[in-house]
């Protein structure tokens, strides 16, 4: 009980925090990030306890407690030794950033013991892969000079200089992807669990199932609608398909739909809730601090807009189709009960006044604070809506749950770029791909891929994109490509990674909510959102698509030939068109997709993606004269399941 009423006063401190100190700054940036992280991290040991059943054994509880009380420490050491007010306190009269490469044995050990503690809050809250990583890069860091010339070689550093970097100092701990998390990230984690303790969320739901209810597949378009929707304001696939999908998958289910089948879609749309304007998750807002030249957000939320747009598309005509074919109808005979006009006029608030102080200018945390501040108001009109303090109480300690994980994510990633910085790597690992890809862009683009969805596979989307970025990044930029349409191709596949075999944590999600087979659900889930394999290829050949272009013939030709890719892609992986595709058909739908929206601009273009077109139509005209006096297939999971 003791744990519990600890973590709400320190997630409600957490939450009245950032809100003051984003808007109204009072304490310099290095103190605002360490009592973030201090407040952070302290969540983490609270709702990570040492081993299962640990809160009702005395000893194990008692080591979370000391590891409480030892964030307690070290980041309150670094934040009184920062901020002037402390300054009596101050060896010298110098604040800690001014006494780099002078740091006394205290500062040292505050650091090694503050880096050993959020290594062991990354391990509770994400698993062991990201702590795993930094501890590498930290023996990189340390032995360098004993490196083999294939692993980039330096002189090597002293413990107390990778201390000092990693820690002490801006550029590790207490760097950008910290940062992030502070300005950015939390704050629109508390807008969503904010939403929801409204019952906006609840009308999402609801809305999708009043008009998908009765027509073909409507659980699954339910499910797709609702969970990009939601996903967006999350940010997380596998939160978002935990929390979603208990309802959708249970009433696709019901509808018909075999439970691999069920997973794999949830998984599916959830995976691309981060890629949904104008939330995003914390992608965009990783994206203003890393591309170079900045860009602002409201070019980041145009430039995910069409993409966005592309992949739900795809996924409501997969489902479509997939549901001819194995003939089913309705997956929602009974629309809620609720009255939807309170929560929808919040929701079209929230959102709409976002959106709207976005467009005019104000800065994303001074926008969702303002809007935070109108859904309120207007939830406060009408009794079903109202938060009083209690539930705004949970909708802070929700927002605690969604997004300390992300706070020790961000904390151990800046450890690693610390010594990115420290040793130069960042500016060696591209040297060497450059020729590994011999100046090809798609080859490139392959070798980046893979090593995205690799990496991805164990890490949140938005670290495995802050790590990327950070790494092999400038790669895209040498091969000539728009900084946006890079970060945005490294960013996709980051979250592709959750739905791509034999790793794939939404889909894993989602089959143990489905009680599905693991590796069944993850093939459905991959297969299902195949077109967001092809969209990031697309977009970097093509970079109007991100409407970045100010030729607007030019970006209508490119979003029109883009967007004819996506039907016979759909048929082809649903395997059913005007009636069941054989298996030559749907290859042939296949390539004609891949040729839409894969040729790059050349003397070929038109007369290849012309081709496709007529090849698409051929195939089409085939089809539904085939499907004449034929019936679909039964449902064996040949196609998509």
């Not at 990030?33 to 040492?50: I, N, Q, R, T």
């Not at 290859?587 to 077109?613: D, E, H, K, M």
């Given at each position: 009980?003791?744990?519990?009423?600890?973590?709400?006063?320190?997630?409600?401190?957490l939450?009245?925090f950032?809100?003051?100190e984003?808007?109204?700054p009072?304490?310099?940036?290095?103190?605002q990030?360490?009592f973030?992280?201090?407040?952070?991290?302290?969540?983490?040991?609270?709702?990570?306890p040492?081993?299962?059943?640990?809160?009702r054994?005395?000893?194990?509880?008692?080591i979370?407690?000391?590891?409480?009380?030892?964030?307690?420490?070290?980041?309150?050491?670094?934040l009184?030794?920062?901020?002037?007010?402390?300054?009596?306190?101050?060896?010298?009269?110098?604040?800690?950033?001014?006494?780099?490469?002078?740091?006394?044995?205290?500062d040292?050990?505050?650091?090694?013991?503050?880096?050993v503690?959020?290594?062991?809050?990354?391990?509770?809250?994400?698993?062991?892969?990201?702590?795993?990583?930094?501890?590498?890069?930290?023996?990189?860091?340390?032995f360098?000079?004993?490196?083999?010339?294939?692993?980039?070689?330096?002189r090597?550093?002293?413990?107390?200089?990778?201390v000092?970097?990693?820690?002490?100092?801006?550029?590790?701990?207490?760097?950008?992807?910290?940062?992030?998390?502070?300005?950015?990230?939390?704050?629109?984690?508390?807008f969503?669990?904010?939403?929801e303790?409204?019952?906006?969320?609840?009308y999402?739901?609801?809305?999708?199932?009043r008009f998908f209810?009765?027509?073909?597949g409507?659980?699954?378009k339910?499910?797709?609608?609702?969970?990009?929707?939601?996903?967006?304001?999350s940010?997380?696939?596998?939160a978002?398909?935990?929390t979603?999908?208990?309802f959708t998958i249970?009433?696709?289910?019901?509808a018909?739909?075999?439970p691999?089948?069920?997973?794999?879609?949830?998984?599916a749309?959830?995976?691309?809730?981060?890629?949904?304007?104008?939330i995003?998750?914390a992608?965009?807002?990783?994206?203003?601090?890393?591309?170079?030249?900045?860009v602002?957000?409201l070019?980041?939320?145009?430039a995910?807009?069409?993409?966005?747009?592309?992949?739900?598309?795809?996924?409501?005509?997969?489902?479509?189709?997939y549901?001819r074919r194995?003939?089913l109808?309705s997956?929602?005979?009974?629309?809620?009960?609720?009255?939807p006009?309170?929560?929808?006029?919040?929701?079209l608030?929230?959102?709409?006044?976002?959106?709207?102080?976005?467009?005019v200018?104000?800065?994303?945390?001074?926008?969702?604070?303002?809007?935070?501040?109108?859904?309120?108001l207007?939830?406060?009109?009408?009794?079903?809506?109202?938060?009083?303090?209690?539930?705004?109480?949970?909708?802070?300690?929700?927002?605690?749950?969604?997004g300390v994980?992300?706070?020790?994510a961000?904390?151990?990633?800046?450890?690693?770029?610390?010594?990115v910085?420290?040793t130069?790597?960042?500016?060696?690992?591209?040297?060497?791909?450059?020729?590994?890809?011999?100046?090809?862009?798609?080859?490139a683009?392959?070798?980046?891929?893979?090593?995205?969805?690799?990496?991805?596979?164990?890490?949140?989307?938005?670290?495995?994109?802050?790590?990327?970025?950070?790494?092999?990044?400038?790669?895209?930029?040498?091969?000539g490509v728009v900084?946006?349409?890079?970060?945005?191709?490294?960013?996709?596949?980051?979250?592709?990674?959750?739905?791509?075999?034999?790793?794939a944590?939404?889909?894993?999600?989602a089959?143990?909510?489905?009680r599905a087979?693991i590796?069944?659900?993850?093939?459905?889930?991959?297969r299902?959102?195949?077109?967001?394999?092809a969209?990031?290829?697309?977009?970097?050949?093509?970079?109007?698509?991100?409407?970045?272009?100010?030729?607007?013939?030019?970006?209508?030709?490119?979003?029109?030939?883009?967007f004819?890719?996506?039907?016979?892609?759909?048929?082809?992986?649903?395997?059913f068109?005007?009636?069941?595709?054989?298996?030559?058909?749907?290859g042939i739908l296949?390539v004609?997709?891949l040729?839409?929206?894969?040729?790059?601009?050349?003397?070929y273009?038109v007369?290849?993606?012309?081709?496709?077109v007529?090849?698409?139509?051929?195939?089409a005209?085939?089809?539904?004269?085939?499907?004449?006096g034929?019936?679909?297939?039964s449902?064996?999971?040949?196609?998509?399941?």
């Amino acid at each position: 009980m003791l744990e519990k009423w600890l973590f709400r006063i320190l997630a409600a401190l957490l939450g009245v925090f950032v809100l003051a100190e984003v808007n109204y700054p009072g304490l310099t940036p290095q103190a605002q990030l360490a009592f973030f992280a201090m407040l952070g991290l302290s969540l983490v040991f609270l709702k990570h306890p040492l081993r299962a059943g640990a809160a009702r054994a005395g000893l194990p509880r008692a080591i979370d407690y000391l590891l409480v009380a030892a964030v307690f420490l070290c980041f309150g050491y670094v934040l009184v030794q920062t901020e002037p007010v402390f300054r009596n306190w101050w060896p010298g009269g110098r604040s800690l950033g001014n006494r780099a490469g002078l740091e006394r044995p205290l500062d040292w050990a505050v650091g090694l013991a503050g880096l050993v503690l959020v290594l062991e809050a990354t391990r509770r809250a994400i698993g062991p892969t990201l702590p795993l990583l930094a501890l590498a890069f930290l023996g990189y860091a340390a032995f360098g000079h004993v490196m083999p010339d294939w692993l980039f070689p330096h002189r090597g550093y002293g413990w107390e200089r990778i201390v000092s970097q990693a820690f002490l100092h801006s550029q590790g701990v207490f760097g950008i992807a910290l940062k992030v998390m502070f300005t950015y990230v939390f704050l629109f984690v508390l807008f969503g669990t904010t939403l929801e303790g409204t019952g906006a969320t609840g009308y999402v739901l609801d809305a999708a199932r009043r008009f998908f209810g009765k027509r073909t597949g409507g659980s699954a378009k339910v499910a797709v609608v609702a969970s990009g929707i939601m996903g967006s304001l999350s940010g997380s696939a596998v939160a978002n398909t935990a929390t979603t999908g208990t309802f959708t998958i249970p009433m696709m289910r019901s509808a018909g739909f075999r439970p691999v089948t069920a997973g794999g879609v949830e998984a599916a749309a959830s995976s691309g809730g981060a890629l949904v304007p104008p939330i995003m998750g914390a992608g965009a807002y990783m994206m203003l601090e890393m591309v170079e030249p900045a860009v602002t957000y409201l070019e980041i939320v145009k430039a995910a807009l069409i993409p966005a747009v592309f992949y739900y598309t795809a996924l409501l005509l997969i489902v479509h189709f997939y549901a001819r074919r194995v003939r089913l109808a309705s997956g929602d005979e009974v629309p809620s009960s609720r009255p939807p006009g309170a929560q929808g006029l919040v929701f079209l608030v929230a959102l709409a006044s976002l959106v709207l102080l976005i467009v005019v200018g104000y800065t994303p945390f001074r926008a969702v604070s303002i809007a935070l501040a109108c859904m309120l108001l207007v939830a406060a009109s009408t009794p079903s809506t109202r938060m009083g303090p209690r539930a705004l109480l949970r909708a802070a300690e929700s927002a605690a749950h969604g997004g300390v994980s992300l706070i020790a994510a961000a904390a151990c990633v800046g450890i690693i770029i610390g010594v990115v910085t420290l040793t130069g790597i960042g500016a060696k690992l591209p040297g060497a791909i450059l020729p590994l890809a011999q100046n090809n862009l798609v080859l490139a683009l392959i070798l980046l891929m893979v090593s995205t969805i690799i990496l991805g596979m164990g890490l949140p989307s938005a670290v495995c994109y802050l790590l990327m970025a950070t790494l092999v990044g400038p790669v895209l930029g040498g091969l000539g490509v728009v900084p946006l349409a890079a970060h945005m191709f490294i960013f996709y596949f980051g979250m592709m990674s959750m739905v791509t075999p034999p790793v794939a944590l939404a889909a894993y999600t989602a089959a143990a909510i489905a009680r599905a087979d693991i590796m069944r659900t993850g093939v459905a889930a991959f297969r299902f959102a195949l077109v967001g394999f092809a969209l990031p290829y697309a977009f970097v050949l093509h970079p109007e698509l991100l409407l970045v272009s100010s030729d607007v013939a030019s970006t209508l030709v490119n979003v029109l030939v883009a967007f004819a890719g996506i039907l016979p892609l759909a048929v082809a992986i649903s395997g059913f068109g005007f009636g069941p595709v054989n298996a030559w058909q749907r290859g042939i739908l296949l390539v004609a997709a891949l040729v839409l929206f894969l040729t790059p601009s050349g003397a070929y273009r038109v007369w290849l993606q012309a081709s496709a077109v007529l090849v698409t139509c051929i195939v089409a005209f085939w089809n539904r004269r085939s499907a004449v006096g034929a019936s679909s297939p039964s449902d064996d999971g040949a196609y998509v399941a």
